[in-house]
């Protein structure tokens, strides 16, 4: 879903399309980042939906409609790609047949300490090292789902190694 | 960048607006969620043809309804959207929710009408109904 390459940010879209996130702002950024956090945390879908698409949400910015120039956005396909993994999950939308598998790409700090079994701390100092890729949008940290994982794996082997010196 | 429009053409285009909702169900009548693409297909068709539009409420309308058929109560939910239209178009709008709702497979798609204060959800012109 979300990637960070070469200090890029992209986003693959459930049809395959891989989007360039440079252009978005910062605001954007901490727009889709709490919009993740939000589907990560199983809100529903209906009020997702509502954040990305009803007059006064973000990504219309102030337009009382979504029009064809702002449903082409960057920022709205992101969004609406967000939302529809959330529907897809919770069964109200359905998946086009070419669609990608629906997973979670991006952790939060805690999710991320929770599944390593260490603080928060612990984390973004990780995180800070480049030893858990992501981003930091603002004050939240957006960390790769795949990079929290294989992280695990390498803790497991240092500790593993510490046992057999110790024996 | 476009001159802006003078006061009085933009007030009597607001007067001449007329803002028309209706029921987009979630589910097909065997309950089945939607595809993306059918979602998208119908709010691109609305963008091109009506400029626009929007979700009208904060959760989508719940409902229930007897089945002639069965005899049954069944529920649905829909989506209220809203777009606004000249007045002149109204008959373009339900020509094209008829063709709307044969291609979601419904017996019609309900548009919600204003009359005296109160709303009234009716179907579209050219919508078959079992009466």
Redo the contacts between chains.
């Keep these: 879903m979300l990637s960070s390459r070469a200090r890029r940010m992209q986003y693959q879209l459930l049809t395959g399309e891989t989007l360039e996130l440079s252009g978005l702002s910062r605001a954007d950024m901490g727009f889709l980042l709490g919009l993740m956090g939000r589907t990560t945390a199983e809100e529903d879908y209906f009020s997702l939906e509502r954040s990305v698409c009803a007059p006064g949400a973000y990504p219309l910015r102030g337009s009382p409609r979504v029009t064809q120039r702002i449903h082409d956005s960057l920022l709205f396909r992101v969004a609406e790609d967000i939302v529809d993994r959330a529907g897809i999950r919770q069964g109200v939308v359905a998946p086009d047949p070419g669609d990608r598998r629906v997973t979670e790409a991006i952790v939060s700090v805690t999710e991320a300490a929770k599944r390593l079994g260490v603080t928060r701390s612990a984390v973004i100092k990780a995180a800070r090292a480049g030893r858990i890729q992501g981003k930091k949008v603002g004050h939240t940290w957006a960390l790769l789902r795949r990079s929290v994982a294989s992280y695990r794996v390498a803790q497991h082997r240092v500790e593993a190694g510490r046992a057999s010196r110790r024996a | 960048m476009a001159a802006p429009l003078p006061k009085t053409q933009a007030l009597s285009d607001a007067i001449h607006s007329l803002v028309v909702q209706f029921l987009v169900p979630?589910?097909d009548r065997n309950g089945?969620?939607?595809?993306?693409?059918v979602?998208n297909r119908i709010?691109?068709d609305l963008?091109?043809r009506f400029?626009?539009?929007?979700?009208a409420a904060?959760?989508?309308l719940a409902g229930a309804w007897r089945n002639p058929g069965s005899g049954d109560v069944e529920y649905d939910e829909s989506w209220r959207y809203?777009?606004?239209i000249d007045p002149t178009r109204l008959h373009e709008l339900d020509t094209y929710l008829a063709g709307l709702a044969f291609r979601l497979g419904q017996k019609a798609i309900w548009r919600v009408a204003y009359a005296g204060g109160e709303g009234r959800v009716i179907p579209a012109a050219g919508c078959m109904v079992d009466k």
């Excluded at chain 2, 089945?32 to 693409?37: K, M, T």
């Excluded at chain 2, 400029?51 to 979700?55: A, D, F, I, V």
């Design positions: 979630v589910f089945r969620a939607y595809a993306r693409s979602r709010r691109r963008e091109g400029g626009g539009w929007s979700l904060d959760r989508p809203e777009v606004g």
